[in-house]
């Protein structure tokens, strides 16, 4: 079986910072490249504060964190990822973004190398078509915030080899996660169960079935959630949520995962959630209030 010594992350936004410091914090040298200096300052700087975090809760020493941050190189250069034995691609969701990037790769990177893509709802056949190593292509589904979270769903295609599998099942241990097996579809495992879920919440305000508080703490206590769905909406992103739902209803053509008028509205707005100061709640207090959303 393959064995993966190395890792290259495309993407130094929130979802690539993670799995660069997760994987860093596991002892493998990993090279992280974004587009710009700026983005790759960005995620420099969130991986440092977030490995000072783990330093101050006890989880990690002082020496752990600095080997960590030893691990790491951060580049503009996209050829400086190509020689990884594992590349992570962690852009936006745009599959003509992602496509043109494995294009790329798939000219520079070793036959070797295995590509991997953190998509959460994008199929991955659709880019491993894309590149001449469809057999070397598989899905890493990450959940946020990565260095937290445990779940990664691995992902195979009908072209992805036994090989290929096995390898990036166990890279997933190596850095301390628990992979599961996912089928090849929009969504995978979770999402094609969560974000029916965040919809119809959202669904349920529009009747006025509750409030958002109310319907955020019936399921918190009824179904001992550790949050309720509008409070998740928010820490997820509300445009994260939506372009997820537009890739399954366009996959599927399931009402269930069509979004919702009020769910479009806020997103036009720019109402975002947590990023933006503004979603289903607003965060210009504290604690958050429920936002006047004219409903």
């Known amino acids: 079986m393959t064995t993966i010594n190395t890792v290259g992350i495309v993407g130094a936004g929130l979802m690539g910072s993670g799995i660069a410091q997760t994987a860093a914090t596991a002892g493998l040298p990993t090279v992280v490249r974004d587009v710009s200096d700026a983005a790759i300052a960005k995620g420099k700087a969130a991986i440092e504060q977030s490995l000072g975090k783990f330093v101050e809760k006890g989880k990690l020493t002082a020496a752990q964190r600095e080997a960590a941050l030893g691990k790491l190189e951060f580049t503009t250069d996209l050829g400086r990822v190509a020689s990884s034995d594992l590349i992570i691609e962690a852009v936006f969701e745009d599959l003509e973004v992602k496509n043109g990037l494995w294009k790329e790769l798939d000219k520079v990177a070793p036959a070797a190398t295995i590509f991997a893509s953190n998509t959460s709802s994008l199929t991955i056949a659709a880019m491993a078509a894309a590149t001449k190593r469809p057999d070397r ?77 109310d319907i955020d703490k019936g399921m918190k206590l009824g179904c001992n959630h550790p949050m309720g769905p509008f409070t998740l909406l928010d820490f997820t992103g509300l445009d994260i949520c939506h372009n997820a739902a537009e890739i399954m209803f366009k996959e599927y053509r399931e009402t269930r995962y069509a979004p919702p008028s009020l769910l479009k509205r806020l997103v036009l707005l720019g109402y975002l959630g947590r990023k933006t100061g503004r979603g289903f709640y607003d965060y210009s207090t504290n604690p958050p209030q429920p936002a006047d959303l004219g409903i």
């Open 137 to 213: 292509f598989v899905g890493l589904h990450f959940f946020s915030p990565v260095q937290l979270m445990a779940l990664v769903e691995v992902v195979r295609t009908v072209t992805t080899s036994a090989d290929t599998f096995a390898a990036a099942f166990a890279f997933a241990k190596r850095i301390g996660k628990e992979p599961i097996s996912a089928k090849d579809s929009a969504g995978f495992v979770v999402n094609l169960l969560l974000v029916p879920y965040m919809l119809d919440a959202v669904r349920a305000l529009e009747r006025g079935v509750g409030s958002v508080e």
